[in-house]
């Protein structure tokens, strides 16, 4: 059966929704969490406004652009260059901590549950907020990554100590030259680890996740799972959003629920399984505690 375009839709905030929410969380033999940039945004890691102004400024007045987003898509005309602005934006968005505690919230709530993450998020904040390496699944990528920008070969290189060195010796947006990161197989540059193109690497660690995910799903097959949508818009629907609804409607014993600020919804189909509500992610999981 093919599902609707959403039609089922919740009151911002509702007590009734989130109390629904809550005897889900408590009755569920699993929790899967589905989580998208909204989950970010809601924990302060926001990619405009202030916290782009605050740290951006300079790349913002010569180029024009208003937004780290933009920012990553800039065709800049050297590499220097280049990692002037993504060793900002990935010490900025991987290696501080995100200004609000929504990750822990949510870890406090799921922590004695069997559960698993399904993300697109590439910021870490799982992990730094004490969720096991194991049950995580980046399917994007991660901002703590390099890869061959070929990719002449299917490897992947934590990046920490070079992004820290192109931080400290930064001057005018650019770095020096030789912190520039080369692939150490062919030695063209070095680019980050995330899902832009058909140049994307998944190395063994991204296959095994995925197997971890599969082998999950398939173990809690017929079960009161609870499938847990935050902040996931409809950018890459394909990869959290229809697969949740599709699990939801196959089995009447689950539950899909969406926390969205502006945008939580649900097919007709599984109108009775779902429980959607439009309000700020963090907000609903102090509730919910």
């Keep these: 059966m093919s599902l609707k375009i959403p039609t089922s839709k919740s009151m ?9 929410l809550r005897e889900a969380l408590d009755t569920a033999d699993a929790v899967v969490i589905g989580a ?17 102004e605050e740290n951006f400024s300079d790349f913002e007045r010569k180029y024009g652009f208003h937004d780290m987003y933009s920012g990553g898509f800039y065709p800049y005309e050297t590499l220097e260059e280049f990692w002037g602005f993504w060793s900002r934006n990935i ?4 290696y501080t901590d995100a200004p609000k505690p929504v990750y822990q919230d949510l870890y406090e709530l799921i922590k004695d549950k069997d559960y698993f993450v399904l993300t697109t998020n590439v910021d870490h904040c ?21 890869q061959c920008s070929e990719p002449c070969h299917q490897k ?14 930064q001057e005018n947006m650019w770095i020096p030259s030789d ?47 609870l499938y847990l949508e935050l902040g996931v818009g409809f950018n890459t629907p394909a990869i959290i959003k229809y697969p949740f609804w599709q699990m939801t409607l196959k089995n009447p014993s689950e539950t899909y629920a969406c926390i969205n600020y502006g945008d939580a919804a649900s097919p007709s189909q599984i109108e009775r399984q779902s429980i959607c509500i439009d309000d700020d992610i963090g907000r609903v999981l102090k509730k919910l505690k």
């Excluded at 998208?36 to 782009?52: D, E, I, Q, V």
């Excluded at 969720?131 to 901002?143: I, R």
């Excluded at 058909?198 to 097959?221: K, N, P």
């Design 36 to 52: 998208g940039a909204g989950l970010s945004t809601s924990a302060g890691f926001s990619y405009s406004g202030k916290r782009f």
């Design 179 to 225: 912190l520039v990161p080369r692939c150490p197989i062919c030695g063209k540059p070095m680019n980050m680890n995330l899902r832009c193109d058909d140049t994307f690497v998944e190395d063994e660690g991204w296959h095994q996740a995925a197997e971890r995910y599969s082998e999950f799903i398939r173990r809690h097959e017929g079960l009161r799972t």
């Design 126 to 146: 799982f992990q730094k907020a004490g969720f096991d390496k194991k049950c995580l699944f980046y399917t994007q990528g991660d901002y703590g990554l390099f």
């Design 91 to 94: 010490w900025l968005n991987r």
């Design 156 to 169: 992947t290189y934590d990046n920490e100590e070079a992004i820290r060195k192109m931080m400290e010796a």
């Design 12 to 20: 911002i905030g509702s007590s009734e929704q989130i109390e629904r």
